[in-house]
């Protein structure tokens, strides 16, 4: 049996990302720590991108920032800045690279990859390799399956290049809505990196995942009605459930992170920049009182009106494009940056709340707390 002090499940964007915040700080000078994870190598397969409040703390990895985004809906296009929060997107390859580099440097830090994890007692990890033994373990492994209930925010994208100036680099789409709108929320978000070089990806919140033909067929749609030609050089599919992450299992020795670890925005799969706070927070408590104390992931508050409009986007997939137009139309760019990424104030969130259909809203809400009581 192999014993550390720390020893991480997953090694993944939250696992690497707390052994990372621990060893800047200096949390594991005299204390060991062992990552498990069952990848034998580290490829891109997905990009992050996030409104960066951090002082772009991952500069190398950023393979692009914007200070200005649209909102596009019956070809109405709201022009947002974000100035003050730049959107960045960071390359995943890049990021493991970064990070594995710093961690290498540390005589401390062991990393055991082609490790399968098979079961967990209390602080014994039962592996494909070895039996491992931590005083304390974080755990990224998900352990819940979604309910029938559930949906999914699911999507699958290509990074496509053309000879043609096509894409305007300043500016992304986070969501244009001007695609069909049936059996789900369904928008198209552009990433143009360059005039010449973008990520297009087609989005949809619904509880059926699609085949990847007819994601492939959405995409040349879009493709074909906006006159773009170009060799695809990187694919991206992911499938974010937006359900509550059962953490039931948690105590001061095992502690769920990242998306286990109720990390993940549910009303919009965002979780890069909740994984840092979390991370660098953590890392500061072990640092500063030589014991865990584990951060919220965010103000409940998040959690219930999540919720709520996790139930509205069940139920009016179609009201839902109008609804997000006006409330980007409607509130100053910071105030729905802030809300977006758990900052807001009460007077902000009043405001948000403000600018959704309220009976709409109110209904949903009263259904909700039938369904909670029962
Ligand atoms: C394609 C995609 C794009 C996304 N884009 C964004 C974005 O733009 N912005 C944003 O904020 N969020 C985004 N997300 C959501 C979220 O940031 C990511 O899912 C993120 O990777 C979650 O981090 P994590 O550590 O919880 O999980 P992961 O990064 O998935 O890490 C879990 C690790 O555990 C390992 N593992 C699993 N089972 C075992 C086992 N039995 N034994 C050993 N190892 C195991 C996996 O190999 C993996 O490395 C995206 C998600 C996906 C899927």
Not at 179 to 197: E, R, V
Request: charged share 25%; aromatic share 14%; hydrophobic share 35%.
């Amino acid at each position: 049996m192999k014993e550390f002090d720390y020893i991480i499940l997953g090694g993944g964007l939250s696992g690497l990302s707390l052994a990372y915040h621990m060893h800047k700080l200096g949390c594991l000078q005299y204390k060991t720590l062992c990552i498990l994870e069952k990848r034998n190598k580290y490829d891109r397969d997905k990009n992050w991108s996030y409104w960066d409040f951090d002082n772009n703390l991952f500069s190398k990895c950023v393979i692009k920032s914007w200070n200005k985004f649209n909102v596009i809906w019956k070809n109405q296009k709201l022009d947002i800045d974000c100035k003050h929060s730049p959107y960045r997107t960071i390359d995943s390859k890049k990021f493991y690279n970064f990070i594995l580099q710093n961690l290498n440097k540390n005589k401390n830090i062991k990393i055991v990859n082609n490790c399968k994890i098979l079961n967990i007692k209390k602080n014994i990890i039962k592996t494909n390799k070895d039996l491992f033994l931590g005083k304390i373990i974080f755990d990224s492994l998900v352990k819940t399956k979604p309910s029938k209930s559930s949906i999914y925010q699911h999507f699958f994208g290509v990074e496509i290049e053309t000879k043609k100036e096509v894409f305007n680099k300043k500016i992304l789409d986070l969501m244009n809505f001007d695609c069909k709108q049936d059996n789900g929320l369904h928008f198209f978000y552009i990433l143009p990196f360059t005039n010449k070089k973008a990520l297009i990806e087609t989005t949809w919140y619904s509880n059926k995942i699609k085949t990847r033909r007819e994601y492939q067929d959405e995409i040349q749609t879009y493709l074909e009605l906006h006159n773009i030609e170009g060799k695809i050089t990187f694919t991206e599919f992911g499938v974010i459930p937006l359900n509550f992450q059962n953490t039931n299992y948690a105590t001061n020795i095992h502690v769920p992170i990242g998306t286990a670890g109720n990390l993940t925005r549910l009303s919009t799969g965002y979780t890069f920049q909740a994984i840092q706070t979390f991370s660098q927070s953590l890392a500061l408590s072990l640092k500063q009182y030589k014991k865990i104390i584990i951060p919220s992931a965010r103000p409940k508050k998040y959690n219930f009106l999540d919720e709520i409009l996790l139930h509205v986007i069940r139920n009016n997939p179609k009201r839902m494009p109008s609804i997000f137009f006006n409330l980007f139309k409607k509130n100053n760019p910071k105030t729905i940056i802030n809300f977006l990424t758990d900052r807001s104030n009460f007077i902000e969130d009043i405001k948000i709340i403000s600018t959704m259909p309220i009976i709409l809203f109110t209904k949903t809400l009263f259904q909700y707390v039938l369904r909670w009581k029962k």
